[in-house]
């Protein structure tokens, strides 16, 4: 028996025979592509990208984010060429369940689920710290609880209004992007803001790349987390109209886009501040002044520079906020599909909003803000480290699932016609981006070996490791799950 028929038992013996309900398909393309690119910038282009320059040198930055980007890219078009056959709403939970075992589904899905939840948690803190640049008297428990409220509400409206907000957060990043190359490349020039700085700041000390190899390698790692988020169109493939035309096409234009805009942005940060300035190592959230943007729009003579940066700042923090609260939700609710969680959390509101899914995972996030308020904020750093690997762990389960999908396809004599789209260079890209995740997840202790830090510092990062093979391996010890066999592997289309 499977977990959905176990699930629709236990349903009927509770006297609750409920009819089958359906999320609504009303993500348009734009809102796909948005939800992407929003996912994938915010502050780690623009507040951490400084740090990367000063650390690895402009040339070093560009190298490492241009790698991480072909990764992601190939990542992506294993996840496209899935969700345009099975769009659904736990996208790769799905197709860990139906590819590889149900116990890896049960794990990958609570897994990304768990992430996001606590990711919600980190925005609430996050836009409080942004808030105090305006208001520093205001207490941030006030703007915290307002920005739950907020992101609770878009996403309890409807699958549309959550694309609409993200369509328009992500806009309003998008063109503040688009602003600063147009205007940096303008200084570059030499016909704003005084002379060309030439290539100055790409032949001075180390420049263009500062540590070598060393400083390469611990920009990837930054960079990695930067472009976490693109995966968002995957658990929107389930609300999205006519996923068979609009997913191909949205991940044909993300790459590209999101490549241009950090390649872009660092080459011209690059160009126009030295990587030995000490405002890109300092640059944080809480210092909005020193951001690369905000230096490189004031000596562009934009007024209110920081104001400017700091309201985009706050837009990506609350775009951060409302996906990750939709994606856990529908990742919460495809669990409970499938028997991975209780059955109460598939019930659809009237606007088909999967309601108790929401509330649980605004529950479970609001608890981890707590913990941040409680005393030295040690348990919140907690679940932070728990999470932290969480989106590598992600991006290395749908290679192996996509590499999975594809044997099963193989195995029942399916052609690849029919395959609305079809991922470029596979065996050898879900390979390479499967390796390349594993790596960077193995790079976590780098940085704490060269430091010199203690075994428990260098050992922390990798605490979510052990919590995934748990779940993973506990569900198999508990349900004696086998593998798929790729003969055998559910290939039908919802």
């Given amino acids: 028996m499977t977990d959905s028929q176990l699930a629709g038992a236990a349903a009927e013996s509770d006297g609750e025979q409920e009819e089958p309900q359906e999320l609504s398909r009303s993500l348009l393309s734009r809102h796909l592509t948005m939800i992407s690119i929003g996912g994938a910038i915010g502050t780690g282009l623009f507040v951490a990208s400084g740090a990367t320059i000063s650390q690895a040198g402009p040339g070093g930055a560009l190298v490492a984010y241009a790698a ?6 190939l990542i992506m078009q294993s996840l496209g060429e899935m969700a345009a056959y099975l769009p659904v709403a736990g996208s790769f939970g799905e197709y860990g369940t139906r590819f590889v075992s149900r116990s890896f589904g049960f ?10 939840a606590i990711t919600v948690a980190a925005e609430l803190v996050a836009a409080a710290l942004v808030m105090k640049y ?16 907020i992101l609770f509400a878009i996403n309890a409206l409807s699958a549309r209004a959550y694309g609409e907000s993200e ?5 309003i990043k998008v063109v503040a992007v688009v602003v600063f190359l147009i205007l940096g490349t303008a200084m570059i020039a030499g016909i704003l803001g005084g002379p060309s700085p030439g290539m100055t700041n790409w032949t001075m000390g180390e420049a263009p790349f500062v540590g070598g190899g060393e400083g ?12 976490q988020g693109t995966e968002l169109i995957g658990t929107a493939a389930g609300e999205a109209e006519n996923p068979e035309r609009t997913i191909p096409r949205a991940i044909r234009t993300i790459f590209w886009r999101i490549l241009l805009f950090y390649i872009g942005a660092i080459a011209v940060i690059g160009f126009l501040i030295p990587y030995t300035d000490p405002n890109l190592l300092n640059s944080s959230e809480s210092n909005i002044s020193v951001s690369p943007f905000t230096l490189v729009f004031e000596r562009a003579g934009v007024l209110g520079a920081a104001s400017v940066i700091n309201a985009i700042i706050l837009t990506s923090v609350l775009s951060a906020g409302t ?3 939709y994606s856990s939700t529908r990742m919460l609710f495809a669990l409970a599909e499938r028997g991975h969680a209780p059955r109460f959390l598939t019930r659809l509101s009237s606007h088909q909003v999967p309601m108790n899914a929401l509330v649980a995972t605004t529950l479970v996030g609001l608890a981890g803000f707590i913990t941040s308020l409680i005393g030295d904020g040690a348990a919140y750093e907690f ?3 728990l999470s932290a690997l969480a989106g590598f762990i992600t991006w290395a389960g749908i290679s192996w699932c996509h590499w999975r999908f594809r044997m099963a396809l193989e195995a029942q004599g399916r052609p690849l016609t029919d395959l609305p789209y079809r991922a470029r260079f596979f065996p050898a890209g879900a390979i390479v981006a499967l390796l390349a995740c594993i790596a960077i997840i193995i790079g976590q202790a780098y940085g704490p070996i060269t430091s010199g830090d203690s075994l428990g510092k260098i050992l922390m990062p990798y605490i979510g490791i052990p919590v995934f093979l748990a779940l993973w391996w ?18 039908g289309r919802e």
Avoid at 216 to 227: C, M, Q, R
């Fill in 68 to 73: 991480v980007g072909i990764m992601v890219w």
């Fill in 107 to 116: 794990a990958i899905g609570w897994n990304y689920w768990f992430n996001w």
């Fill in 134 to 149: 305006w208001l520093p008297d205001v207490p941030s428990l006030v703007w915290s609880a307002l920005f739950l409220i």
């Fill in 167 to 171: 369509f328009l957060f992500a806009s």
């Fill in 216 to 227: 390469i390698l611990l920009v990837l790692l930054v960079a990695g987390y930067s472009f």
């Fill in 323 to 325: 996906s990750g609260l």
């Fill in 383 to 385: 679940l932070l480290t």
């Fill in 474 to 491: 506990g569900h198999k010890l508990v349900t004696h799950a086998p593998t798929v066999d790729p003969a055998q592997a559910d290939l």
